[in-house]
C-alpha cells in the first residue's frame, strides 16, 4: 500500500514533491524580480523624477508608480507562493496563481504604456510652452529646468533664443540674457552675456527626448520581460493545486475502500 501512495503522490516530473520544489525555487527568483522591478521604479523617482514636472501629462510617471506597485506586490504574493507550496495548501495556491495573473497584467500595462507613450510629440508640444510660461512662476518646474539645462549642457527648449520670450524676461527687471544654469561655469551674474564662449547654445528638447525614451526602454523592457516568469509561476501553482486535489481524492477513495 505504501509503494502505491508514493507512486500516487509523486510520480516524476508532475509529482507532488517535485512541483513543490520548483514552485519554491521559482518564488525564489520571483522574489529577485520583485526586488528588480521595485528598484527600478524607486530609482526612476527619485533619481530621474524631477524632469517629469516638465511634461504635459502623467504617463511616464504613472508608468513608474505601476511598476512600483507590481514591485511591492510581487514581494508579498511570493510569500503566499512559497507557503502554498510548502504547505500543499490548494487555496493558497489558487490565490496565488490568480494573483500571479494579476501582477502579468500590472506589468503589461507598465510595458505597453512605456513603449506606446508618444513622447516625441508631448515634447514637441509642450515643453518650450512650460519653460518660458513657468520659469521663475513656478517653484518646482524652475527646479526642474535648471536642474535640466546645468545637467544636459543645454539651454532654451530649442535654442538659447527661446527665453527672449519668456514670461520671466517681460516681467523681471534683470540684466539676465538666459537663466544662470545656461553657463557652462555658473555664478552669480554669468548670463549677463550670451556669447557662446559663455552660455550653451544648443536646446535641451533633443537631450530631454533622448533621456526619457532611454528610461521607457528599461521600464518597459522590465514590465514585459517579466511577464513570461509569471507564465511560468501560474503553470507550476495550478499544477500544483490540480495534483493536490486528485492526491486528496486518491486519499479519500483508498481510506473507505479499507472501511
Known amino acids: 500500500m505504501s509503494t502505491t501512495n508514493r507512486n500516487t503522490k509523486d510520480d516524476g516530473c508532475c509529482g507532488l514533491f517535485f512541483l513543490k520544489y520548483v514552485l519554491c525555487i521559482f ?5 529577485l524580480s520583485g526586488a528588480t522591478i521595485l528598484g527600478v521604479g ?17 504617463m511616464y510617471a504613472a508608468t513608474t508608480y505601476v511598476l512600483i506597485i507590481t514591485g511591492i506586490v510581487v514581494v508579498l504574493v511570493g510569500i503566499l507562493g512559497c507557503y502554498g507550496a510548502v504547505w500543499e ?3 493558497s495556491l489558487i490565490s496565488y496563481a490568480s494573483l500571479l495573473l494579476l501582477i502579468f497584467l ?48 543645454c539651454c532654451g527648449s530649442r535654442d538659447f533664443q527661446d527665453w527672449k520670450y519668456s514670461q520671466w524676461l517681460k516681467n523681471t527687471v534683470t540684466n539676465d540674457t ?19 564662449s559663455n552660455i550653451y547654445y544648443d536646446g535641451c528638447m533633443t537631450k530631454l527626448l533622448k533621456f526619457v525614451k532611454d528610461h521607457i526602454v528599461i521600464i518597459g523592457a522590465v514590465g514585459l520581460g517579466l511577464c513570461l516568469l509569471q507564465i511560468f509561476g ?5 499544477c500544483m493545486a490540480k495534483r493536490i486535489k486528485e492526491w486528496e481524492a486518491y486519499k479519500y477513495t483508498v481510506t473507505n475502500y479499507q472501511r
Open 27 to 31: 518564488n525564489i527568483i520571483f522574489w
Open 42 to 58: 524607486i530609482w526612476t523617482v527619485i533619481a530621474k523624477h524631477s524632469y517629469v514636472t516638465l511634461l504635459a501629462t502623467g
Open 89 to 91: 495548501n490548494r487555496c
Open 106 to 153: 500590472l506589468e503589461a500595462v507598465a510595458g505597453l504604456l512605456a513603449y506606446t507613450y508618444a513622447i516625441d510629440q508631448e515634447l514637441e508640444r509642450s515643453l518650450n510652452k512650460t519653460m518660458l510660461d513657468n520659469y521663475k512662476f513656478n517653484q518646482d518646474k524652475t527646479e526642474a529646468i535648471n536642474a535640466m539645462q546645468a545637467n544636459f549642457k
Open 178 to 196: 538666459v537663466p544662470e544654469s545656461c553657463c557652462k561655469t555658473e555664478s552669480r551674474g554669468c548670463a549677463v552675456s550670451n556669447h557662446p
Open 234 to 238: 501560474i503553470i507550476f501553482a495550478c
